[in-house]
């Protein structure tokens, strides 16, 4: 009987450590940048990253550094306003980008981007 109940001993405690671990692998599900970095490298600077991309100025690494940007924006929770407008918003914007890091030189595809990235009317709605 002794040995049982070290097994169960064990058991319990592999299992406690498990869940402990999926709790931990939960809290890091957070964005890999929050909102004002995302602002900061890619809608600041002489010029802009974003507006490098729009212009096809941009290499192809800063064309992903985009969208990847773009990415941890969409992850992040809408900071105020509509849950539903932030989503539509920031997707339509990983949409556009990630056309343009797939190496699309389309004007239509240049264009969809600059669109999705105005600033003003996400400001007036989530900021």
Do not use: F
Request: charge should be positive.
């Amino acid at each position: 009987m002794g040995q049982r109940m070290l097994r169960l001993a064990v058991a319990v405690a592999v299992a406690t450590a498990l869940i402990g671990l999926g709790q931990l692998g939960a809290a890091d599900d957070k964005p890999k940048y929050d909102i004002k970095t995302i602002m900061a490298k890619a809608h600041k600077g002489k010029p802009p990253l974003c507006a490098k991309v729009v212009k096809g100025e941009a290499s192809d690494a800063e064309k992903k550094e985009l969208y990847e940007y773009y990415v941890a924006l969409a992850a992040n929770k809408c900071p105020k306003g509509d849950e539903a407008d932030w989503k539509k918003r920031t997707e339509e914007m990983v949409a556009a980008a990630k056309k343009i890091a797939d190496g699309s030189k389309d004007k239509a595809d240049l264009a969809a981007l600059s669109k999705a990235i105005y600033c003003k009317g996400c400001h007036d709605a989530h900021r």
